[in-house]
């Protein structure tokens, strides 16, 4: 499989959504945001977060298997000055092929590009393969369920 990574473009809204669905209801405790919750958001908050994620501080990617979207990651920047790596996930017919990795350096390079030092996650516990793959990736465990990686 080979995929292509990039940020979210506005139009891309439906994609996003679908992707970001198919994640909270395969993977729901991965995620603070329930998959009830987000499937009852209207149209308008869809192209609204695509739009705000295709340009700015916040941005989200999607990987792309031809057509279809298998994976999404994003960040955002909080108010204090952290920059987050959130809402990973890649489809389990993509998984062990390189993808998430692949999700995570697009996220790492818009933020080292952007001038940002290090990049925050968090992974739920319990949650192993995450875990291998942020290690992979070059982030170390902090406290509770908190990961740091140097840029």
């Known amino acids: 499989m080979v ?4 940020r979210v ?4 809204w439906r ?3 679908d992707v970001r669905l198919r994640a909270l209801a395969e993977a ?3 995620f603070e945001t329930r998959y009830d919750e987000a499937v009852r958001r209207p149209e308008a908050w869809w192209v609204d ?6 340009a700015g501080t916040q941005a989200m990617f999607l990987a792309w ?13 909080e108010d204090n000055g952290d920059r987050w790596l959130i809402s990973m996930w890649v489809d389990p017919v993509a998984r062990g092929r390189g993808v998430g990795s692949e999700l995570v350096e697009a996220v790492a390079g818009l933020a080292r590009n952007a001038g940002w030092t290090e990049l925050l996650l968090e992974v739920t516990d319990g949650n192993a393969a995450a875990r291998r793959l942020y290690e992979r990736c070059g982030f170390v465990a902090l406290a509770g369920r908190r990961m740091r990686r140097a840029l």
């Open 3 to 6: 995929v292509q990574i990039r």
């Open 9 to 12: 473009r506005k139009d891309e």
């Open 15 to 17: 994609a996003l959504r």
């Open 28 to 30: 729901p405790d991965a």
């Open 49 to 54: 977060w695509a739009a705000r994620s295709s």
């Open 65 to 77: 298997d031809g057509e279809e979207a298998v994976g999404i990651a994003g960040t955002y920047v």
